[in-house]
């Protein structure tokens, strides 16, 4: 239908000394004929993974956050003078901790 909404493409593009290295397409769309999700990797070797189906968006915005936690727990929010970190992350572990147990 005219003026109507069906479906969304969006493009990332990373580019290094002027030239594109990574790119990321996302479409999602009423009416596609299969949904998958995939990664092709052009070199050597070519590599090609398509997940069928599709990873669902929340299963797939929580295993992002929950593979983050490792490095938020290693990092530092307050570095020192010297390098070191000022404090242990003691807010934070404590937060992720609560968080995951459920």
């Not at 909404?5 to 009423?30: M, P, Y």
């Not at 993974?49 to 929580?62: E, L, N, P, Q």
């Not at 290693?74 to 992350?89: E, F, Q």
Request: proline letters at 2%; one cysteine or more.
């Amino acid at each position: 239908m005219s003026g109507q909404v069906a479906g969304i493409r969006q493009t990332g593009t990373g580019i290094v000394n002027g030239v594109e290295r990574i790119k990321l397409t996302f479409q999602a769309s009423v009416g596609e004929l299969e949904s998958y999700d995939e990664i092709e990797i052009f070199g050597t070797p070519h590599i090609r993974s398509r997940i069928m189906g599709g990873v669902h968006g929340d299963v797939a915005t929580c295993s992002i956050i929950l593979n983050a936690c490792h490095s938020i727990l290693k990092s530092c929010t307050r570095p020192s003078h010297d390098g070191r970190c000022a404090d242990d992350n003691k807010y934070w572990s404590r937060l992720i901790m609560k968080w995951t147990e459920r």
